[in-house]
Nanobody
Framework: EVQLVESGGGLVQSGGSLRLSCAAS????????VGWFRRAPGKGRREAVS?????????FYADSVMGRFTISTDNAKNTAYLQMNSLKPEDTAVYYC??????????????????????WGQGTQVTVSS
């Protein structure tokens, strides 16, 4: 059974930083895509924030976080991270990590949408005060 557990959320002032972690069990990081999503207050759908393909290390970011957020993985620990710097109040949301195996014949060319991923964590709250 695949389990993803996020941690690292919290309350931070505007301009501050947080690092989110996503620990995976029952799933190794070989040939996978790791994604981070967020759902802002009052929003129904999750917004794609960033993704990383373990095979080649390629990354994608939403325009809203480009240059401020960095996705990474520690494959030995089966853990993904999202380093968030220069946080803004509009970054306030519940952040989710997601994992999906990627067939060797496939290659991502853009940030994958929510429907691409089958395995999800429970989410961690990030609140940025102004």
């Amino acid at each position: 059974e695949v389990q993803l557990v996020e941690s690292g959320g919290g309350l931070v002032q505007s301009g501050g930083s947080l690092r989110l972690s996503c620990a995976a069990s029952g799933f190794d990081f070989e040939d996978v895509v790791v994604g981070w999503f967020r759902r802002a207050p009052g929003k129904g759908r999750r917004e794609a924030v960033s993704s990383l393909t373990s095979r080649d290390g390629s990354t994608f970011y939403a325009d809203s976080v480009m240059g401020r957020f960095t996705i990474s993985t520690d494959n030995a620990k089966n853990t993904a991270y999202l380093q968030m710097n220069s946080l803004k109040p509009e970054d306030t949301a519940v952040y989710y990590c997601a994992l999906q195996k990627l067939a060797r014949s496939r290659r991502l060319v853009s940030l994958p949408p929510e429907v691409f991923f089958e395995s999800w964590g429970q989410g961690t709250q990030v609140t940025v005060s102004s």
